[in-house]
């Protein structure tokens, strides 16, 4: 009957998206759970059913008993959160609901599309999005609060891993730790007037009437993804671009002008504004890259295998040579040491690598360095030349204190903090006043303590 805290807030993500609930508009609605001052309709879980149906999001039970009671479990965080003051910072809700709606344009394919899809116009889903992602802030930042005072000590720690059998110990994956050196290849002045003409041409034929912005987005733009939508970006705000590009995109007025040329870490753009709303922007842009010649490549590789000669014998180090040679800025301050951007620390399994770094570092021992190769740096769609040193190594095996600690305390973590907000949610259950109706008060629940008119 123990459900993770994740499980408690899966219906609170589930109505982070919008489905045809038409089957449920036939429902004849009524009260079916009152939970303090508020009230769950029946129609409410008919939604939250057909959404989880509709996305193949299993339910353990009796849906008409599990969905209730999460919507009732979300109203006494939420309660909870309004007594204690807690605000979800507006900005990060902005941030998080113009990314969902971006997505959904993106998978629909325009913003007309999706007004027609979901059936409402662009301003009523997004005052919808806003309302949810606020509450699931809120939850979030009410259960971060209850379990804040969870830090087990070290031997608490030992003695919670005493208590586990072999079964209950994860199997950790074979992980390793990457040093990066590399720099781009040289773009000849020739190149870079190409791309800079080009660019012009197309200004010219906007600015002049002759040619569509989005037209031209859709047939050149060397951003994949917004080209297909006419080199349009969505609402954003300053944070969310790269300084150069907002510096010029936020300082544009008209939107029948086009920018000036814009260089970024990405490339040569041009802009046009669509819409300015409040402190975020919408616009269009046209990418366009410098191309690397295979000259330019082969020089630059034969250049970073001299770097890498200097290393293997012994009169530098390869985090002496990142300092001075590497173009990385993610990782030329880490001595090169690449991070895992899906966790934060420095440990990679072989398949969050880059396929190339992965393949080269597969069958090299720890302390050992690579030949130079060509890989694509993936933020910004463009080649680079590499060389890596695996830096460590550890094969798969059940989790230890010794390599594992970090993870054994997480495990810890996670079980009080359940413990924490289990025991506040029995608590909150006998305080708060529960009314079920009787034809849906017949269930198993999680917690007992719901129906006190049974």
């Not at 109505?15 to 939970?35: K, P, Y």
């Not at 891993?161 to 720099?183: G, K």
């Not at 300053?238 to 544009?252: D, M, R």
């Not at 001299?306 to 990782?331: C, L, M, P």
Request: glycine residues 4%; negative net charge.
């Amino acid at each position: 009957m123990k459900k993770s805290l994740h499980y408690i807030l899966s219906f609170s993500l589930i109505i982070c998206s919008f489905v045809d609930l038409s089957a449920a508009d036939n429902v004849i609605d009524e009260v079916i759970w009152i939970v303090g001052d508020d009230a769950i309709l029946r129609s409410e879980v008919e939604e939250e059913r057909i959404r989880a149906q509709y996305e193949g999001t299993p339910i353990k039970g009796d849906p008409y008993c599990v969905i209730p009671e999460q919507m009732a479990i979300q109203k006494l965080f939420l309660h909870q959160a309004e007594l204690d003051s807690i605000e979800p910072n507006e900005s990060s809700v902005s941030h998080q609901v113009d990314m969902r709606l971006n997505y959904y344009i993106n998978q629909i394919g325009s913003k007309e599309k999706m007004e027609e899809y979901f059936r409402k116009p662009t301003t009523d889903i997004r005052e919808e999005l806003m309302t949810q992602v606020r509450n699931q802030m809120m939850i979030q930042q009410m259960q971060q609060k209850l379990t804040e005072n969870v830090k087990p000590t070290p031997a608490e720690i030992r003695r919670y891993f005493n208590t586990l059998s072999d079964d209950d110990l994860p199997t950790i994956p074979a992980q390793v730790e990457v040093q990066i050196l590399s720099f781009e290849p040289k773009v000849p002045i020739e190149e870079i007037e190409r791309i800079k003409s080009r660019l012009r041409e197309f200004t010219e034929r906007v600015n002049s009437g002759s040619a569509d912005f989005a037209m031209l987005a859709r047939l050149y733009s060397e951003d994949t993804e917004s080209a297909k939508h006419g080199g349009e970006l969505g609402f954003v705000g300053k944070g969310q671009l790269v300084p150069e590009f907002s510096e010029v995109a936020f300082n544009l007025n008209d939107p029948k002008r086009v920018s000036r040329i814009v260089q970024t870490e990405y490339g040569y753009h041009i802009i046009q504004l669509i819409e300015k709303k409040g402190d975020r922007i919408n616009c269009r842009h046209i990418l366009m890259r410098p191309r690397i010649s295979s000259d330019d490549k082969e020089n630059a590789i034969v250049r970073l295998d001299s770097v890498a000669e200097i290393i293997r014998s012994g009169k530098a180090t390869f985090e002496s040579a990142v300092a001075y040679f590497s173009e990385d800025k993610n990782t030329a301050l880490n001595a090169g040491l690449m991070s895992n951007p899906n966790t934060g620390a420095s440990k990679f399994e072989y398949q969050d690598l880059p396929p190339e770094v992965a393949k080269h570092i597969y069958n090299m021992n720890a302390g050992e360095i690579s030949q130079p190769f060509v890989m694509m740096d993936q933020t910004k769609n463009r080649e680079i030349v590499t060389i890596v040193k695996l830096k460590s190594k550890t094969q798969a095996h059940k989790a230890n204190l010794i390599d594992d600690y970090q993870t054994i305390r997480e495990m810890l973590e996670q079980k009080l903090g359940q413990e924490v907000i289990e025991k506040w949610l029995r608590k909150k259950q006998q305080e708060t006043y529960v009314h079920i109706h009787p034809e849906w008060a017949n269930c198993d629940f999680e917690y007992e303590g719901w129906n006190k008119d049974k």
